[in-house]
Structures are given as structure tokens and as C-alpha cells.
């Protein structure tokens, strides 16, 4: 089953700098935490705080491609977690026909964000994110606020942390 969930808020992983994109279900139950790229956080901050530049950055390009194209990005979906490792597919409607694009959800969210496009997340993704362990007793990361989770995040230490992929 697909979960819609909201970007709640960028943090950053105080081991080794890294951004982590949280997402969190339309009831503010569940969250998923997703480490990403540099570029990808800028790109996906830049959207949500409504800057707009000058010149089309990499996700600008890609959605002015597609719209040119005559297609439309109608969904991302967040469909597996293997190996500590996130898979999105972009769902693209073009004409009678339904295309499923291969992205990183980074890259997906960043898109999904400038056309408006809803994010889904697949529930088992969901359960598997729920295992992500780490050493300091954090408790349910649902319950944080946005500005609580992001402080929590960002006086963990390096050793309270695990290895994640982007």
C-alpha cells in the first residue's frame, strides 16, 4: 500500500555532514528519514523556500524537458529500501501512455516538488525505515517536532549513527 507523505524538513547528519531529507505522512504519524546529496538538499531547499534563480538549475531543466514534451510527472513513489539504499520510481503520464522512470528519491523529490506532484511512499519502505537503529535511545521519531527533530539530529554524535547510503 502507498502512503502520501509532505517533505517535513532538511537536517543534516552530524557524522559526516551529510543532508537527510525527512518526509512524514499527511497525519504526522510516520516519518521517513532519506540521507541525500548536497546538490539534491540545495535543490530540494531551494523549492521549498520559493527562491527563484536566475538561470534553470539541473531540476528546473528537467521538469521545463518534460513539460516540453507534453508529459506530466503525476506521482513519485519511494518504492524500496534495500541495503540501506532508497529507490524511487517518477510516474509520467504522455498522452495515453504511462511512463515509470528509474530515479533517485532525491531527485524524484526535487522534481515532484516543482510540479506539485504528490510523493508516496510504499509501506513496506516505511516499515523497513522504522529499523534503522541507532546507538543513543532516541525513541519514535514521529513524535518530534519539526524544529525538535532537527535539533535532535543535529547534536547526535558520529558514533550514534550507522552507515547509509545516499
Excluded: C
Excluded at 524511487?88 to 522512470?101: C, F, P, Q, S, W
Excluded at 514521529?142 to 552507515?163: A, H, M, R, S, V
Aim: charged share 30%; glycine share 4%.
Amino acid at each position: 500500500m502507498l502512503i502520501e507523505m509532505n517533505v517535513f524538513g532538511l537536517a543534516i547528519d552530524p557524522s559526516a555532514g551529510t543532508p537527510i531529507v525527512i518526509l512524514k505522512d499527511q497525519e504526522g504519524k510516520r516519518a521517513v528519514p532519506i540521507w541525500i546529496g548536497l546538490f539534491e538538499a540545495s535543490a530540494i531547499a531551494t523549492q521549498l523556500e520559493k527562491i527563484a534563480l536566475s538561470r534553470p538549475m539541473t531540476h528546473d531543466l528537467t521538469r521545463n524537458i518534460i513539460e516540453s514534451l507534453d508529459a506530466r510527472i503525476t506521482r513519485i513513489v519511494i518504492n524500496d529500501l534495500r541495503n540501506n539504499t532508497f529507490f524511487a520510481v517518477i510516474h509520467l503520464d504522455k498522452g495515453d501512455r504511462e511512463l515509470l522512470i528509474d530515479a533517485r528519491p532525491s531527485d524524484a523529490i526535487a522534481l515532484a516538488l516543482r510540479v506539485e506532484a504528490p510523493i508516496f511512499v510504499d509501506e513496506k519502505v516505511i516499515d523497513k525505515s522504522m529499523e534503522i537503529h541507532f546507538t543513543k535511545d532516541i525513541g519514535d521519531i514521529n513524535k518530534y517536532t519539526k524544529e525538535e527533530l532537527q535539533e535532535l539530529l543535529e547534536n547526535l554524535t558520529p558514533e550514534d549513527f550507522g552507515k547509509y547510503k545516499m
